[in-house]
């Protein structure tokens, strides 16, 4: 069956260093992926989106690397900060089109002081 | 501003009752989403309304009906036949679903729970 995987334990890390979340998916190869961060209490927020011929994108201080070989994504936070603390989901859309997105579990981003 | 209200922020549902949430939306969206998150589990679909009087069911349908009379409004009905109704509801949309690289919306959730 279709899946998509990522880190269930959350990540705690020190503030300034560089944040790497994981998303791996299996059984299909869609066209995109997008990421997403949501906050407690809170709808998920859009980040950033990354197409299959695109093997990495950036927007200010966040990057997202797409290698369709290895069926993974990868979420990079430079310079991190106590609030960019939150989860952080991925999602695909695995019924190809309709953007009927597919999301994973989500991995909880903890930067510390 | 523009956006996505849903309402009420938390609910509770008695045993055998139906409750209704509600989702609108003024950007002028065509695509409207119904999702439910648990924790551990992500966001799983229930239903999703591409054009106005249409609407197909998600992967977790049983129990729950939506209606989708005007473009801004998709209401979800969670029935007595759901016996597991707590979780938070997400209501999002996105500009066109035939598109193929457009971004959700997401409103700011509905906390259900059981009496």
Same mark, same amino acid.
């Given at each position: 069956?279709?899946?998509?995987?990522?880190?269930? %334990? #959350?990540?705690?890390?020190?503030?300034?260093?560089?944040? /790497?979340?994981? $998303?791996?998916?299996?059984? @299909?190869?869609?066209?995109?992926?997008?990421?997403?961060?949501?906050?407690?209490? *809170?709808?998920?927020?859009?980040?950033?989106?990354?197409?299959?011929?695109? +093997? %990495?994108?950036?927007?200010?201080?966040? +990057?997202? /690397?797409?290698? /369709?070989?290895? +069926?993974?994504?990868?979420?990079?936070?430079?310079?991190?900060?106590? =609030?960019?603390?939150?989860?952080?989901? $991925? #999602?695909?859309?695995? #019924?190809?089109?309709?953007? !009927?997105?597919?999301?994973?579990?989500?991995?909880?981003? +903890?930067?510390?002081? | 501003?523009?956006?996505?209200?849903?309402?009420?922020? @938390?609910?509770?549902?008695?045993?055998?009752?139906?409750?209704?949430?509600?989702?609108?939306?003024?950007?002028?969206?065509?695509?409207?989403?119904?999702?439910?998150?648990?924790?551990?589990?992500?966001?799983?679909?229930? @239903?999703?309304?591409?054009?106005?009087?249409?609407?197909?069911?998600?992967?977790? =349908?049983?129990?729950?009906?939506?209606?989708? %009379?005007?473009?801004?409004?998709?209401?979800? /009905?969670?029935?007595? =036949?759901?016996?597991?109704?707590? #979780?938070?509801?997400? $209501? =999002?949309?996105?500009?066109?679903? *035939?598109?193929?690289? %457009? !971004?959700?919306?997401?409103?700011?959730?509905?906390?259900?729970?059981?009496?």
């Amino acid at each position: 069956s279709q899946k998509i995987e990522q880190n269930s %334990e #959350a990540l705690n890390i020190q503030e300034g260093k560089t944040a /790497t979340l994981t $998303c791996n998916y299996t059984n @299909y190869s869609p066209a995109y992926l997008q990421w997403y961060r949501q906050d407690p209490g *809170r709808g998920p927020v859009f980040l950033l989106l990354i197409r299959e011929n695109e +093997k %990495e994108k950036r927007k200010e201080r966040l +990057k997202v /690397t797409f290698d /369709t070989t290895l +069926k993974q994504s990868l979420f990079h936070i430079t310079a991190s900060q106590p =609030a960019d603390s939150a989860t952080y989901l $991925c #999602a695909l859309d695995l #019924a190809g089109g309709g953007n !009927k997105l597919t999301f994973g579990t989500g991995t909880q981003l +903890k930067v510390e002081l | 501003d523009g956006g996505i209200t849903q309402s009420p922020k @938390y609910l509770f549902r008695k045993e055998g009752q139906n409750v209704t949430l509600s989702c609108e939306q003024n950007l002028n969206h065509d695509a409207m989403y119904w999702y439910r998150q648990d924790p551990g589990q992500g966001l799983r679909l229930i @239903y999703y309304s591409q054009i106005v009087n249409d609407f197909q069911k998600g992967d977790i =349908a049983e129990g729950y009906s939506v209606s989708r %009379e005007k473009k801004e409004s998709f209401p979800l /009905t969670v029935t007595s =036949a759901q016996k597991n109704p707590t #979780a938070f509801y997400l $209501c =999002a949309s996105v500009l066109s679903s *035939r598109g193929t690289n %457009e !971004k959700l919306f997401f409103g700011s959730g509905t906390q259900l729970s059981v009496l």
